[in-house]
């Protein structure tokens, strides 16, 4: 079944490639059908029943990626604090008259790409920034907070959002008859321009002028792209373009095993409690890892290997964060 032409992607993502490697085989042209299925059998629930030494019955359920139990368990709190970092890193002062100071960045990364070798960028995208890092480091420039947050377009190629804050304030004008901020400093903006070209493709750059502008950027990409996807796989391929966007994001992610959002940057960390060092979740080993399972084990929890478990993570310094089991 074809997809209407207005505003919709075409039934074939793979016109300008005619063989994709993945991990894990070979991608070949992939059907917005293909898409669904692939999606449905992802997100089917996964359910664990353990019987304690009590006879007592329990069930755990994995909230799985692209549900909206993942993202009310992982992603919300997480874009809560998200919130909080970036309301206090940012530095703005109106100077009047369209312009002012501020600290922080909007940028844009389109790729001049077919679909899978765009993402095969957003795949590679942290050590190619490392340029961009180095660039600002030689411009004495450091990044206090950065947020990238992935989106698919409506061609099905990648593109990547990103807000970007300084340990330095630099001069903007606001044209508010075009809705959109600038550079004021003709140097200053020769110099991001610089900075930030990673020779890919189309990017753009906007200064942060207000602080509710960066706070709705965040709530507007963030929370669309975390929101669960199963009530829209239900429509089959008849999607609103916002929703086939949701959907190709999550596959191409799950496929080629990328989070939809990152922090980097001084203040990355959003737990201040924890350091570095300290909060880090490890793959657990040896009395780390036996003093956990001896713990599951009294709640009936057995089998692991049976059950498919690839790892399980926790902080040896600080166990009262809990354990992720990764399958």
Known sequence: MGLPNNSMFSNNLHREIEKVKCKGGEVEGVEISQVINFLNQKLKSLYLHFKNQDGEFLTFKAPKRGTQDYSNFYVQPRFREIRKRVDKLLKIRSGGDGWGLTNALFLTYTFSAGVFESWEIVKNISSLFDKVKKRLKRSGLKILFGLSVVEAQKSGRAHIHL?????????????????????????????????????????????????????????????????????????????????????????????????????????????????????????????????????????????????????????????????????
């Open 163 to 327: 807000l970007i804050i300084f340990d330095k304030k630099f001069t903007y004008r606001v044209d508010f008859a075009k809705g959109r901020s600038f550079v004021k400093n003709q140097n200053q903006f020769e110099k991001f321009q610089k900075i930030f070209d990673l020779g890919l493709g189309f990017f753009d750059l906007q200064p942060v002028f207000q602080r509710e502008q960066a706070l709705s950027y965040l709530t507007k990409y963030i929370k669309k792209g975390a929101e669960g996807v199963e009530g829209v796989l239900n429509k089959g391929v008849d999607l609103g373009e916002s929703e086939l966007k949701r959907v190709l994001a999550l596959y191409f992610l799950l496929i080629f095993k990328i989070r939809f959002f990152n922090v980097f940057g001084l203040y990355r960390k959003l737990d201040v409690k924890y350091s570095n060092n300290l909060d880090r979740w490890q793959r657990l080993n040896l009395d780390e890892l036996g003093q956990w399972l001896e713990f599951l084990a009294l709640m009936g929890l057995n089998n692991w290997l049976d059950l498919g478990v690839r790892s399980i993570r926790g902080s040896p310094s600080q166990p009262e964060r809990g354990l992720k089991i990764i399958f």
